[in-house]
């Protein structure tokens, strides 16, 4: 059985908000974290952190990618997809090619990256997957046509893939994001995310260390019991 502090941990898109606060956390916790990044490299000194290049749109990519961090650490227990992107837009005016890299990247590429990793959790007989979907899947938010589909096509690979992981001890979930104080949210206008505000239930925008705490308690060997669900993770936003 693994212990937390011997897991190896995939976090795609680290170099993002979130992705900074996730690392911190887990490296606090001596966790061996791999880290990928598209563009933005992040730099660590630490033996138990590696970090690794990859367009996870493009197979090719994310098949050596894999290759590479099992090579490193032996090992993945744990993805955590964190990478995306969203190019806002009323519907009729969305161009197909924001339309395409939305859907590549929020949807294909989690699914490319669980289709490389997924033989080595079964051989192993455990692994984690997390997906962050968003309260807009469920929602709906005028001038994200394509960021809502994309997260709300994350909802259904995630059952799916619960159902034909669960025999091996491989947990899969998606957490719905709601407003955080890290990350995409940097792209709204204060006055925006103020009146973003007075529509969450607590009445603040999240904390990345809340996110953390609620994936350590499903990457953990407590969660076994815990797969193919929606963890609604929005301040009663939506329940």
Not at 146 to 168: D, F, R, V
């Amino acid at each position: 059985m693994n212990t937390d502090k011997n897991k190896t941990i995939l976090i795609i898109g680290s170099a993002g908000g979130l992705g900074t606060e996730l690392i911190q956390y887990f490296e606090d916790k001596l966790y061996q974290l791999a880290l990928h990044f598209h563009d933005q490299s992040p730099t660590y000194t630490d033996n138990n952190i590696k970090t690794y290049q990859a367009d996870i749109t493009i197979e090719s990519e994310v098949s050596e990618m894999i290759k590479a961090i099992y090579k490193d650490f032996g090992k993945i227990d744990v993805v955590i997809h964190n990478a995306g992107v969203s190019r806002n837009n009323m519907s009729w005016k969305t161009d197909k090619a924001d339309w395409d890299e939305t859907i590549a990247v929020n949807l294909t590429g989690p699914f490319l990256v669980s289709k490389y990793v997924t033989p080595y959790m079964r051989d192993a007989n455990f692994g984690r997957i997390i997906f962050m979907s968003s309260v807009v899947a469920q929602t709906g938010f005028i001038g994200t046509a394509a960021y809502g589909a994309s997260k709300a096509g994350l909802i259904g690979l995630t059952k799916t893939l619960a159902k034909e992981l669960a025999n091996k001890n491989i947990t899969v979930n998606s957490i719905a994001l709601g407003y955080f104080n890290a990350g995409m949210i940097n792209d709204v206008p204060l006055d925006m995310q103020e009146q973003l505000k007075t529509q969450i239930p607590v009445g603040k925008l999240g904390n990345p260390q809340d996110l953390a705490a609620l994936i350590a308690f499903i990457i953990s060997d407590e969660s076994n019991y815990l797969t193919g669900q929606v963890l609604n993770l929005n301040g009663g936003l939506y329940a």
